[in-house]
């Protein structure tokens, strides 16, 4: 039943990292050691009670110790390699890449794979402990750090400018150089993309939703990602976990450049989109609306009234017309006279009418 229990209670969630994976932790903190130093590490992993057994592994073969802690003092190059280990009800943990030196001097790191975000420690270290000073951290060959005393230096959120090959080198009877350490900084998240729902142009009251799009390249556990988005220098909504946000009713003010950031929880890895610009465009307004009323209006008066006088013409010539006849049946003599009046007024009133 207890195991039942506790089984289910690892039962891995979904999208994250495994929970039921062992982790190893090194005291003090460092992957690479002198040789006759000691160096003591520990597995945390999920066990059931009263079963404390844990099982260590060294270039993927058991070694003898069952307990949480090993503990390997004054190291041989024998020591070196490749070490997991596993609790009850545990995965095998991620490796450790244990290496064991003879120098004078060793650039110690605290990992060799870091996720963009993590602090990455570094020690300049003298063979037995000498005293160096004067010391300068490189980053593929060059100078990034110089510290007179302190021998230790940490990044406290690499970023993925941060990889590379890193050295030191530090003032003992003389200057001394160490050997180069390889680092590796993954990405957890590439910078997002800001998209808009809608094609362009715009309209004035249409409905827009912005996406902050990007995606996960590592699992993590309890990995949220938070949104922002701007309109130029102002927020329009702040640290939201939902990726989506809606402009419920575009306006022309709303004109400008969008851009967006992903953040994770603690803020240490922030990154932000390239700007999009949205343009809205109005509907006509007001003033062209009356503007295109007037307008038609006084075409139509126009038009009417040049209908009005052309009928008014018409009829005036539509009588005189009738009196000429009535001039020509009065004297024959006269006939041709009018018809070629008659004739010339005809075709005046087509120009008119015409126009
Ligand atoms: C390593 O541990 C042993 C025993 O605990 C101790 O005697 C020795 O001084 C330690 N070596 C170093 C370099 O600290
Ligand atoms: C483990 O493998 C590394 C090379 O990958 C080698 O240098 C080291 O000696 C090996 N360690 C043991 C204990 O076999
Ligand atoms: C990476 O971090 C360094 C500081 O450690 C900073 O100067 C640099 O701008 C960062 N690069 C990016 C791409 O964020
Ligand atoms: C915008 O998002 C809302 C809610 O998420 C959804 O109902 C709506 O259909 C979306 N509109 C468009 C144009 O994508
Ligand atoms: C986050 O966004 C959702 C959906 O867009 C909204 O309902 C909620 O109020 C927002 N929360 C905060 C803290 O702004």
């Given at each position: 039943?207890?195991?039942?229990?506790?089984?289910?209670?690892?039962?891995?969630?979904?999208?994250?990292?495994?929970?039921?994976?062992?982790?190893?932790?090194?005291?003090?903190?460092?992957?690479?050691?002198?040789?006759?130093?000691?160096?003591?590490?520990?597995c945390?992993?999920?066990r059931?009670?009263?079963d404390s057994s844990t099982r260590w592994?060294?270039?993927?073969?058991t070694i003898q110790t069952l307990t949480p802690r090993y503990?390997?003092?004054?190291?041989?190059?024998?020591?070196?390699?490749?070490?997991?280990c596993q609790t009850g009800?545990?995965?095998?943990?991620?490796?450790?890449?244990?290496?064991?030196?003879?120098?004078?001097?060793?650039?110690?790191?605290?990992?060799?794979?870091?996720?963009?975000?993590?602090?990455?420690?570094?020690?300049?270290?003298?063979?037995?402990?000498?005293?160096?000073?004067?010391?300068?951290?490189?980053?593929?060959?060059?100078?990034?750090?110089?510290?007179?005393?302190?021998?230790?230096?940490?990044?406290?959120?690499?970023?993925?400018?941060?990889?590379?090959?890193?050295?030191?080198?530090?003032?003992?009877?003389?200057?001394?150089?160490?050997?180069?350490?390889?680092?590796?900084?993954?990405?957890?998240?590439?910078?997002?993309?800001?998209?808009?729902?809608?094609?362009?142009?715009?309209?004035?009251?249409?409905?827009?939703?912005?996406?902050?799009?990007?995606?996960?390249?590592?699992?993590?556990?309890?990995?949220?990602?938070?949104?922002?988005?701007?309109?130029?220098?102002?927020?329009?909504?702040?640290?939201?976990?939902?990726?989506?946000?809606?402009?419920?009713?575009?306006?022309?003010?709303?004109?400008?450049?969008?851009?967006?950031?992903?953040?994770?929880?603690?803020?240490?890895?922030?990154?932000?989109?390239?700007?999009?610009?949205?343009?809205?465009?109005?509907?006509?307004?007001?003033?062209?609306?009356?503007?295109?009323?007037?307008?038609?209006?006084?075409?139509?008066?126009?038009?009417?009234?040049?209908?009005?006088?052309?009928?008014?013409?018409?009829?005036?010539?539509?009588?005189?017309?009738?009196?000429?006849?009535?001039?020509?049946?009065?004297?024959?003599?006269?006939?041709?006279?009018?018809?070629?009046?008659?004739?010339?007024?005809?075709?005046?009133?087509?120009?008119?009418?015409?126009?």
């Amino acid at each position: 039943m207890w195991l039942l229990t506790a089984l289910l209670l690892w039962v891995p969630v979904g999208g994250q990292v495994d929970p039921t994976k062992a982790v190893i932790t090194l005291q003090p903190p460092w992957v690479s050691v002198f040789q006759e130093e000691n160096v003591t590490l520990w597995c945390e992993g999920p066990r059931l009670p009263e079963d404390s057994s844990t099982r260590w592994f060294l270039n993927g073969t058991t070694i003898q110790t069952l307990t949480p802690r090993y503990r390997i003092t004054a190291a041989t190059v024998s020591d070196s390699g490749e070490y997991r280990c596993q609790t009850g009800l545990s995965v095998p943990s991620d490796p450790i890449q244990l290496e064991i030196h003879r120098d004078w001097l060793l650039l110690q790191i605290s990992n060799r794979v870091f996720i963009e975000g993590d602090p990455l420690a570094l020690r300049c270290h003298g063979w037995k402990n000498k005293l160096v000073y004067n010391i300068v951290f490189y980053q593929n060959g060059k100078a990034f750090k110089f510290s007179p005393q302190d021998s230790e230096f940490t990044i406290l959120t690499t970023n993925l400018s941060h990889n590379g090959i890193y050295h030191c080198s530090g003032m003992g009877w003389h200057r001394y150089t160490s050997a180069g350490v390889s680092i590796t900084i993954k990405e957890l998240f590439p910078a997002p993309v800001l998209r808009a729902s809608l094609s362009f142009p715009l309209l004035e009251g249409n409905l827009v939703n912005l996406s902050c799009e990007t995606k996960l390249l590592l699992q993590r556990p309890d990995l949220q990602l938070y949104f922002s988005f701007y309109v130029g220098s102002k927020t329009l909504m702040s640290r939201n976990t939902s990726s989506e946000y809606q402009r419920l009713t575009a306006k022309r003010e709303d004109s400008g450049l969008y851009w967006c950031e992903a953040t994770t929880e603690d803020g240490n890895v922030i990154k932000r989109s390239s700007e999009l610009e949205l343009q809205v465009l109005g509907l006509q307004s007001p003033t062209s609306v009356w503007f295109h009323v007037l307008f038609y209006l006084a075409v139509g008066v126009i038009f009417l009234v040049d209908t009005i006088f052309c009928t008014i013409i018409h009829k005036e010539l539509q009588r005189q017309k009738k009196w000429n006849l009535e001039i020509s049946l009065g004297s024959g003599h006269e006939k041709k006279v009018t018809s070629y009046l008659q004739k010339e007024i005809q075709s005046e009133e087509e120009l008119k009418c015409q126009q």
